[in-house]
């Protein structure tokens, strides 16, 4: 009897555990167990389990990730194929105090290992630190990560099985602004390296400020979108994607962004190709060793105190002019009646530029003026179609000036060329340029 009782405790034990959907004939006393009973019970249930569970079988929403071998794991193809991103919500908000909500939303999230994992989260409240940045990360397991720092500090390095979401900056008393950092779409695959919309950069004349506007470009085949300005200052270390300040005076300074949409700065222009690290061709990427950084801009500081912005107008994204022009020459440099060879432009045309917008003046009491430009190592000649002319003014005081484009050599230079009367009134300023990579 007791044998019975405990074939009867596993036949139950198994039903119940495996919640199948098969019958088994209840027994109403001893007198009816038999093998033939037992045979066809147990018969029913290893024909279910070999070969024949299906989706009744399992529970609703029972199977996760680590369920899944690496072959069939949806993760692990998206993972392999597609970069982490933030769908929606998911970002700190103001406040008028140290505490409130981030909001709702989805994020799909990388793991260490390369899985992606749909993370989704309800509105969350958190209370900041005072006088602190606060970066915000989501993990794969859908818990909120803070790394705070001192203002103005560094970006810290992501945690492990994280996305980075936004920086939170408060002051003593409140929330004061929330600069968000979120990837808001997913990569399909694309190889363009090279795409590039909007990321203007933007400067304040009123303040002195710059920021870097809305936009969408690659970084390798990760797609980055921008919904909203980037703030940047020039003082700033955390803004350096060296960790420290590289403010300076006559020197430009260029703006990048890499795979996880971090928009940094650095005094070092671009040094690659594309993300293959190729060198041949335009100049698209700084890579610092470790990651590469996508080119949006660059600007120069001029030799006002510790250095500042010199003003400028980023005109749609590749032409941009100068608020105030840049002398590159005038009659002191140059020699009437020759050409005057290698005429630096660096200081109004950055490494990411071979074209020029220059401003060309002459003058000359009793004879023909011009004031010819070419690019550095050329054969262009003094045709007065390349540059600006004026005819002979006899007794009358004569000269000239206007606008022209001229290209440069790789290096930014360009040749020179005055007639031989002209006098001390002979300039070139460069007043804008037009970048290569865009």
Same mark, same amino acid.
């Given at each position: 009897?007791?044998?019975?009782? #405990? ?47 299906? &989706? ?12 899944? $071998?690496?072959?069939?794991?949806? $993760? ?21 105090? #140290? ?13 260490? =290992? ?21 970066? @915000? *990360?989501?993990?794969?397991? /859908? $818990? ?16 492990? !099985?994280?996305?980075?979401? =936004? ?23 694309? &190889?363009?390296?090279?795409? %590039? ?33 980037? /703030? ?22 260029? @703006? *990048? @962004? ?36 996508? @080119? ?13 912005? !010199? ?11 100068? !608020? ?20 630096? +432009? ?13 401003? #060309? ?5 009793? %004879? ?10 050329? !054969? ?26 001229? =290209?440069?050599? %790789?290096?930014?230079?360009?040749? +020179? ?22």
């Amino acid at each position: 009897m007791k044998r019975i009782i #405990l074939v009867l405790m596993m036949m139950g034990f198994a039903l119940n555990a495996h919640a199948g959907l098969i019958s088994i004939q209840t027994l109403s006393d001893d007198s009816q167990v038999s093998y033939t009973y037992l045979n066809t019970s147990f018969n029913t249930i290893k024909n279910e389990f070999n070969g024949g569970i299906d &989706s009744d079988n399992i529970e609703d929403a029972s199977i996760g990730i680590a369920d899944m $071998a690496t072959a069939a794991s949806p $993760a692990q193809r998206e993972g392999d194929h597609f970069n982490a991103y933030t769908k929606s919500g998911q970002q700190p908000v103001t406040d008028t105090d #140290l505490t409130s909500d981030i909001t709702a939303g989805v994020s799909y999230v990388k793991s260490d =290992a390369g899985l992606l994992y749909r993370v989704a989260t309800d509105a969350t409240s958190k209370t900041y630190t005072a006088s602190k940045d606060t970066w @915000v *990360y989501i993990d794969i397991n /859908g $818990a909120f990560q803070y790394e705070e720092q001192a203002l103005g500090a560094a970006q810290p390095t992501t945690p492990s !099985n994280s996305l980075l979401l =936004a920086k939170a900056v408060t002051d003593a008393t409140k929330i004061a602004s929330v600069v968000d950092w979120r990837v808001l779409s997913i990569s399909l695959g694309t &190889s363009d390296d090279f795409y %590039s919309r909007g990321f203007r950069l933007l400067w304040d004349l009123a303040i002195d400020r710059l920021s870097v506007d809305s936009g969408v470009c690659y970084v390798g085949t990760t797609r980055i979108a921008k919904t909203s300005t980037t /703030g940047l200052t020039i003082s700033t270390a955390g803004d350096y994607i060296s960790g420290s300040s590289d403010r300076t005076t006559e020197d430009f300074i260029f @703006v *990048y @962004v890499d795979n996880e949409g971090n928009i940094k700065m650095d005094i070092i222009p671009p040094n690659r190709h594309d993300t293959a690290g190729n060198t041949v061709g335009i100049l698209y990427y700084y890579y610092d060793g470790t990651e590469y950084w996508r @080119v949006i801009g660059e600007f120069y500081l001029n030799a006002t105190g510790s250095g500042n912005i !010199n003003g400028f107008y980023d005109l749609d994204g590749r032409e941009v002019m100068h !608020n105030i022009p840049l002398s590159v020459a005038g009659s002191g440099d140059l020699t009437p009646g020759e050409w005057t060879l290698a005429i630096a +432009c660096i200081k109004g045309i950055p490494d990411t530029s071979t074209l020029g917008i220059f401003g #060309l003046e002459c003058y000359d009491g009793d %004879s023909e003026s011009g004031t010819y430009i070419r690019p550095g190592g050329s !054969n262009w000649t003094t045709n007065h179609s390349n540059g600006v002319y004026a005819e002979a003014g006899g007794t009358d005081p004569g000269g000239i000036s206007g606008q022209r484009r001229c =290209a440069t050599d %790789s290096s930014q230079k360009i040749d +020179c060329y005055i007639e031989a009367g002209d006098d001390s009134h002979s300039n070139v300023y460069v007043e804008g340029y037009v970048r290569n990579y865009k």
